[in-house]
């Protein structure tokens, strides 16, 4: 029988080899790839590895066939950085060549705390350099699922998407933007509508801007269906017998974790609207933002022919 809190602590500190760092820092506005990973992987609760149920497989040979199992597991992998900032470059510092000469037109005002009128965010959505550690994980062990996403990849890039991103067509004629549907956050704690997805906001706080285009632009690159923007979906292959997470929807923890990288380098995830006061301490003078968006995963080893498998989730 396996000690699953023995394995668990033994896989993270022998296969990880990485520091954890719990303390919450703030730090310089970019951030490379290196210490995306090192300040991604300081959050230990994020990943939440633990057995889920058991698959069924069936294997044959010439002379006859017998029923194998394996262990199902679930975890959480940082498949994506989210950036969100005011106009000039993007803090993933190897992500810059990919913005605009040019930045985005900005109609806000500020003030020591942030800002106090509409505001315009650029958002990128860039695979996250982290993911190689867990298909590092997943390549040595058969308890670690691989990612969706490729490292590195951009996924949606707003300089690229400016009609959709800046105006709002074709999606604000969408009945979720008429109806203004999709809320993020509580009726007491409110961010604004998800619809339509575009980098225009109006906060009297900067750091909240930043997260509702960063859930935005989420939404848009893990949906379901292809909308009439320019970016690259996700998409679900993370290899055999592995269950994809969900799409991104806002409010729900079971679809998504937000960490922030920068201002302040978080070891702890949160979703965007679930605090009163959620904005304090985040405010940077740059306005630039960036957080790793973990996603829900599970898998098992392959032993044959799939059968079934027992999930003791649902």
């Given at each position: ?59 044959c040979?010439?002379?006859s ?10 975890h ?21 060549s ?48 691989e ?56 906060h009297?706080?900067?750091p ?41 929807k ?19 995830w ?23 968006l ?18 003791w989730?649902?």
């Open positions: 029988m396996i000690n699953h809190n023995t394995f668990r602590a033994a896989l993270l500190a022998g296969l990880l080899g990485i520091s954890l760092i719990m303390a919450v820092t703030s730090h310089a506005k970019e951030l490379n790839g290196a210490e995306i990973t090192q300040a991604t992987m300081s959050c230990t609760e994020c990943i939440d590895w633990r057995p889920s149920g058991i698959c069924f497989w069936l294997k040979t010439w002379f066939c017998d029923i194998e199992t394996s262990i199902r597991v679930s959480w992998i940082p498949d994506l950085v989210v950036t969100s900032y005011s106009g000039g470059d993007s803090p993933f510092s190897e992500m810059q990919l913005n605009s000469d040019n930045p985005s037109v900005i109609s806000h005002q500020t003030t020591d705390h942030g800002d106090t009128n509409a505001d315009f965010k650029k958002v990128d959505v860039i695979g996250n350099p982290a993911i190689l550690v867990f298909d590092s994980m997943a390549d040595s062990s058969d308890y670690f699922c990612s969706c996403a490729t490292p590195y990849m951009p996924y949606f890039i707003s300089d690229f998407d400016r009609l959709g991103w800046a105006s709002g067509i074709p999606e604000m004629f969408t009945l979720d933007s008429l109806l203004g549907r999709r809320v993020m956050g509580s009726p007491t704690v409110r961010f604004g509508n998800i619809y339509p997805r575009t980098g225009w906001s109006i009297a706080e900067d909240k801007s930043a997260a509702l285009t960063a859930q935005r632009a989420a939404d848009l690159v893990t949906s379901d269906s292809r909308a009439a923007r320019v970016y690259q979906p996700v998409g679900t292959d993370c290899g055999e017998k592995c269950w994809a997470p969900p799409p991104v806002e409010n729900d923890s079971s679809t998504h974790r937000w960490q922030m990288l920068t201002p302040v380098e978080q070891s702890d949160e979703i965007f609207g679930t605090q009163s006061g959620w904005a304090d301490g985040k405010y940077h003078g740059s306005e630039q933002y960036a957080w790793s973990w996603r829900p995963y599970s898998c098992c080893e392959p032993q044959g022919a799939f059968l079934f498998s027992i999930n989730d649902e």
